[in-house]
């Protein structure tokens, strides 16, 4: 019995010294990361904007992360960014060592469609997101419209790429509840393939991000008067067009001004990074913390002012806020949104 009581002491006491040296022993962030190689995925091919923020975005991440890790990038293309996303929930180390740069609808299709209800947008951990898009409604120089108004009494074809993309899901939504009168032409391979259409007279307009109008092909475009930008398409107004009117301004219509909030609401998020669920909270705040100031460094800042490309960051925390309001949706603007994402 005696015996028993000591073997009991003797194991509380270890315990006990186990837990009071855990701490001191365990690594840090900085240790952890010293040294290792943290993998960035980019759920978009090479080329595109994602890629091109993803890639000029990872040395100066890099740089912010205690320890300084090799950071490596990787891209894993396919589903609207949903490859990537179920590969960062479900396969991915869950150690700090693999951030995804994924798409903004990946925060509300496993909402609405069902082969996308495998990932949960609530269950990974964003960091943060570097810019926020704006979509404008842009109209070849010979198409028969001069005004936002025109868009709503006169038709005009315009091309988009595949049916859940922004660039069709946007005039749909706009065709069937602000009465804008698009022939939306859907199936181009990318946007360069919807810009030759435009050159080549099949379609006479397109959707289009205020950061390509800028940056992009389109920009010699709008530098040479061969293109009008009648509308923007977006959670807030850009400043670079302050006279063009946001889509926003044509309905007083409460149940309709839900419905657009819900599709644009994710544009605020641009380019949003994540990492995978059970990360430990003390990397995951590092990381975030790398990325706020990444995102704020005057060299990545010049890099991306030499292509015109805005920068606009928001918070990891801001990004879980946005989702947090697209899962509280009333059932009914759900209903509508899976209605356009449904080919009929």
Do not use: C
């Not at 609808?105 to 496993?110: A, S, T």
């Amino acid at each position: 019995m005696v015996r028993l009581d000591l073997n009991r002491r003797a194991v509380m006491a270890l315990g006990l010294a186990l837990a009071a040296a855990g701490p001191a022993a365990a690594q840090t962030v900085e240790e952890f990361y010293a040294g290792n190689t943290v993998t960035l995925i980019i759920s978009a091919a090479p080329g595109g904007a994602s890629d091109f923020f993803g890639r000029q975005f990872a040395p100066f991440l890099a740089r912010h992360i205690p320890g300084q890790p090799q950071v490596i990038v990787e891209n894993l293309p396919g589903a609207s960014g949903m490859t990537a996303a179920l590969q960062l929930q479900d396969n991915a180390p869950r150690d700090g060592t693999v951030i995804a740069l994924l798409q903004r609808n990946n925060f509300y299709l496993p909402l609405v469609l069902e082969e996308n209800a495998a990932f949960d947008p609530q269950a990974v951990s964003w960091i943060g997101s570097l810019n926020k898009e704006n979509y404008t409604v842009i109209a070849w120089q010979d198409a028969p419209v001069e005004t936002a108004d025109d868009l709503f009494t006169t038709p005009i074809t315009i091309g988009a790429t595949s049916f859940a993309n922004e660039n069709r899901t946007f005039p749909a939504m706009m065709n069937e509840y602000f009465g804008t009168q698009f022939q939306i032409i859907a199936g181009y391979e990318g946007n360069e393939e919807v810009g030759l259409a435009m050159e080549r007279g099949e379609v006479q307009g397109r959707m289009q991000t205020v950061n390509s109008l800028l940056a992009g092909s389109e920009a010699a475009w709008l530098q040479e008067g061969q293109i009008k930008v009648l509308m923007q398409v977006a959670a807030e107004p850009s400043p670079d067009f302050p006279d063009v009117p946001m889509i926003t301004d044509f309905s007083d219509d409460p149940e309709v001004l839900a419905l657009a909030d819900f599709f644009l609401k994710p544009l605020v998020a641009g380019r949003p990074f994540a990492v995978p669920p059970e990360v430990p909270e003390d990397r995951v705040e590092a990381l975030r913390a790398a990325f706020d100031a990444a995102a704020a460094d005057p060299e990545f800042l010049a890099v991306m002012e030499e292509s015109n490309s805005l920068v606009e960051p928001i918070t990891g925390a801001e990004i879980e806020a946005i989702i947090d309001d697209l899962y509280a949706t009333p059932p009914e603007v759900l209903e509508k949104v899976t209605a356009l994402l449904t080919p009929q």
